[in-house]
């Protein structure tokens, strides 16, 4: 069977992975607003799902599942990349390898809970996106995208609290961490609904296709159309 060809999804699928890697390179960094900290990713990490709701929505699960698949990819070979660097022998010039360590030099837990969370939040967001859309009959956007990101984006946030920093914030900080996370995530996605709703507009108009997957697979590791 021929495949569609979309003109604007590898477009799509490459901010989503840019996003995805820039936003975990920034969470390197803790900032503070007044008394809540949290990490730099929160600036871009927030877009990887409403381009994980555009995915869905538009083109259907398996594009948004090929789409999880490959910015899983594009982190790990980053965290390759950056590994590899770090130990080679810095030339005699360079006096920045602490530098370098400390920004770049991810903390094995950090990395596995960084890369779990992503794949439970994103699969979670687009299996609620999808199915709700077959249930409302394509009804109700606005509900759906804010109902799909809470479940992904608290689902991610716990996952990631939990395999970060289980046993080192506990009791009412871990609560704390995974709340201020999970509103600020969830806030991102509120403000950017109408132009969230544009972007799906002009995209479904322009590549003709509305996808519902009523006959389609969610087996998360499928990655082919």
């Known amino acids: 069977m021929k495949k569609n060809t979309y003109r604007y999804y590898d477009l799509i699928l490459a901010v989503f992975a840019a996003c995805l890697l820039i936003s975990n390179i920034a969470a390197t960094k803790l900032v503070a607003f007044g008394p809540i900290i949290t990490d730099g990713g929160v600036i871009l990490f927030p877009l ?25 990819g594009v982190m790990l070979l980053a965290i390759l990349a950056f590994t590899i660097v770090r130990y080679m022998p810095p030339a005699a010039m360079y006096t920045d390898q602490a530098s ?40 109700l956007l606005w509900l759906r995208l804010i109902t799909s990101t809470f479940f992904g984006q608290i689902a991610d946030t ?32 509120i403000i950017f609904l109408p132009i969230t709703y544009r972007v799906i ?15 389609t697979d969610f087996t998360p590791t499928k990655v082919s159309l």
């Open 48 to 72: 990887v799902y409403i381009f994980g709701d555009i995915l869905t929505e538009v083109y259907g699960y398996k594009y948004a599942r090929r789409a999880i698949w490959t910015g899983f």
């Open 100 to 139: 370098f360590e400390a920004v770049l030099g991810f903390l094995p837990r950090i990395v596995l809970a960084s890369l779990l969370a992503y794949l439970v939040g994103e699969f979670i967001n687009a299996y609620v996106l999808a199915k709700l859309k077959i249930k409302t009959e394509g009804r």
């Open 201 to 215: 507009g002009f995209l479904k108009k322009h590549e003709k296709v509305d996808a519902y997957d009523k006959k």
């Open 158 to 189: 716990i996952v990631f609290a939990f395999v970060a920093f289980g046993g080192i914030l506990t009791g009412i900080d871990m609560l704390i961490f995974i709340a201020v996370g999970w509103g600020l995530k969830t806030g991102v996605e």
